[in-house]
């Protein structure tokens, strides 16, 4: 663990990052993560569903805020 970044990640403007750093403000240390978000959100969705519970997590990204309405329609007729 780091306290501190020392080197920075150049990622390109129109791909997903491929490497991020995630920092832990209890420990207050630096993590190089390798995982896109959207595989960390696969995962985590998927071991959501396994849990079981009274709902099915699906996940969406949206850049803009008046997209929401539609990816909440889309998601509840799938």
Known sequence: MKSTIDRLI???PYEE??????YDR????????DK????FLD?????ANQHGG????????????????EILEKADEA
């Open 17 to 22: 990052p491929a490497h991020y750093w995630s």
């Open 43 to 47: 995962e985590w969705v998927k071991a």
């Open 10 to 12: 150049i990622n390109s």
């Open 54 to 69: 009274s709902c099915v997590w699906k996940w969406s990204v949206s850049k803009d805020p008046a997209d929401v309405a």
């Open 26 to 33: 209890e420990t207050r240390f630096f993590t190089l993560k």
């Open 36 to 39: 896109t978000k959207s595989e």
